[in-house]
């Protein structure tokens, strides 16, 4: 069973930076797709960003894209989101997720995805 801890959530000012990361508990992610979700109190979850297995190919929000970064490190067995020019309806839990698969393109789809973290609350506020 793979288990994912992320980290890194907080609270900071509107045009501030944060990076989450997000570690998995196996040998290697090579072969996961991983994406990065959030969810604000009395709305849907919503896909964030996600990255492939294999080709490593980025996928992104609207709403983050210019703003956000997905990046992962299989050796570290992490996968991180740098968030930088934080707005205030960023504020949400953050979580991450991984499916399984050689090669597999990644999709912002919670539906998607067999492995949740347990999430990480950002709040961008003055």
């Known amino acids: 069973q793979l288990r994912l801890v992320e980290s890194g959530g907080g609270l900071v000012q509107p045009g501030g930076s944060l990076r989450l990361s997000c570690a998995a508990s196996?040998?290697?992610?090579?072969?996961?797709?991983l994406g990065w979700f959030r969810q604000a109190p009395g709305k849907d979850r919503e896909g964030v960003s996600c990255?492939?297995?294999?080709?490593?190919?980025?996928v992104y929000a609207n709403s983050v894209k210019g703003r956000f970064t997905i990046s992962r490190d299989n050796a570290k067995n992490t996968v991180y989101l740098q968030m930088n020019g934080l707005k205030p309806e960023d504020t949400a839990e953050y979580y991450c997720?991984?499916?399984?698969?050689?090669?597999?393109?990644?999709?912002?789809?919670?539906?998607?995805?067999?492995?949740w973290g347990q999430g990480t609350q950002v709040t961008v506020s003055s």
């Open positions: 196996v040998f290697t992610l090579d072969n996961y797709a």
């Open positions: 990255i492939s297995s294999g080709d490593g190919n980025t």
């Open positions: 997720a991984a499916v399984g698969g050689q090669f597999r393109l990644c999709m912002l789809l919670p539906s998607e995805y067999d492995y």
